[in-house]
Nanobody, 123 residues
């Protein structure tokens, strides 16, 4: 079992930045690929970014490529999402997830989820 707790969300103006954190506890953090997803009201959950177990591979949704950066610190059992140049379309609940298998952009591949942190970008 892995417990995931996100933090760092909030209200920011367009063009601003936020850094989200996801702290993991439980089984070995470095055994899991980690992903960030987001879900806006009335919309389906969408993939944002993923990072593999040792941090050597990352993948981003086209909508955030060049603006967001995912990273992890296995010594601290934490994965991060640095979000720059935010725009109102980035407003959503951001969730981190852990995947014990092959890394994937599909939410169904992830075994454990956090509760999410709200990010609101004002225009």
């Amino acid at each position: 079992q892995v417990q995931l707790v996100e933090s760092g969300g909030g209200l920011v103006q367009a063009g601003g930045s936020l850094r989200l954190s996801c702290a993991a506890s439980g089984r070995t953090f470095s055994s899991y690929n980690m992903g960030w997803f987001r879900q806006a009201p009335g919309k389906e959950r969408e993939f944002v970014a993923l990072i593999n177990k040792n941090g050597s591979f990352t993948k981003y949704a086209d909508s955030v490529k060049g603006r967001f950066t995912i990273s992890r610190d296995n010594a601290k059992n934490t994965v991060y999402l640095q979000m720059n140049t935010l725009n109102p379309e980035d407003t959503a609940v951001y969730l981190c997830a852990a995947d014990g298998g092959l890394y994937s952009t599909r939410s169904l591949s992830y075994d454990y989820w956090g509760q999410g942190t709200q990010v609101t970008v004002s225009s």
